[in-house]
């Protein structure tokens, strides 16, 4: 079957960097998206990784790891804002999104 | 412009009544969808359409049904609600940008199923 997993909740400090994983396990594979969600409010899209390697945009970063079946997203330098769930996505041999469950993030002052 | 719009914002159905939920994108992707949102499960997909003319099935379509007449509308119909329907839902579209398949959401119908 396919599957998606991630943390449910994390908990940092404005100002600190935090990592979230996410392991996939799909019918084929043709890239990895990140997600942010705000409370009420639709995804908005932050990243897509479809080589081995690390995508470096602003204080948000996402790595990909084919062979490991396994992406992280990294946030630096967080901000109150950044809290909110972040939801990966692999999309598999059909172009369908498969959607974990989501991190939801609290950031503590 | 305005991306995608849904409609209506929030409903209230009481059980075995028929509701049309809209989405309109005005970005001329080709691929449009309708997932739901449930506390715990994440996003699920319920049908999809990868071009006008076209649906298919996704992973709970049970209970809906969808229609693609053109490029721009894709509505999600309950024919008969129950209980289990309540959710949030959410219409998105891809197709604007090659090679990334970057999916854009509406802001969502939050339904309430008595």
């Known amino acids: 079957g396919q599957n998606i997993d991630q943390p449910t909740e994390m908990t940092a400090t404005e100002g600190a960097i935090v990592q979230i994983n996410c392991t996939y396990q799909t019918s084929g594979f043709n890239g990895l998206f990140w997600y942010q969600q705000h409370a009420g409010e639709a995804p908005t899209f932050l990243s897509y990784n479809v080589l081995d390697g690390l995508e470096e945009k602003g204080r948000f970063s996402s790595f990909l790891s084919r062979s490991k079946g396994y992406s992280y997203l990294l946030l630096k330098e967080l901000q109150m804002k950044d809290s909110a769930s972040y939801l990966c996505a692999a999309l598999d041999s059909n172009y369908q999104l498969i959607w974990g469950a989501g991190t939801k993030l609290i950031i503590k002052p | 412009t305005a991306g995608i719009t849904q409609a209506p914002t929030s409903q209230i159905l009481a059980a075995g009544r028929s509701m049309t939920l809209r989405c309109t994108q005005d970005?001329?992707?080709?691929?449009m969808y309708w997932y739901r949102q449930d506390l715990g499960l994440g996003l699920r997909l319920i049908h999809y359409s990868n071009t006008a003319g076209t649906t298919g099935k996704g992973e709970v379509p049970d209970g809906y049904s969808v229609s693609r007449a053109n490029t721009d509308d894709f509505p999600l119909t309950l024919a008969s609600a129950v209980p289990s329907q309540t959710s949030v839902y959410f219409c998105?579209?891809?197709?604007?940008?090659?090679?990334?398949?970057?999916?854009?959401f509406g802001p969502g119908t939050r339904l309430t199923v008595l």
């Open positions: 998105a579209s891809s197709g604007g940008r090659e090679g990334t398949n970057e999916q854009f």
């Open positions: 970005m001329r992707h080709n691929a």
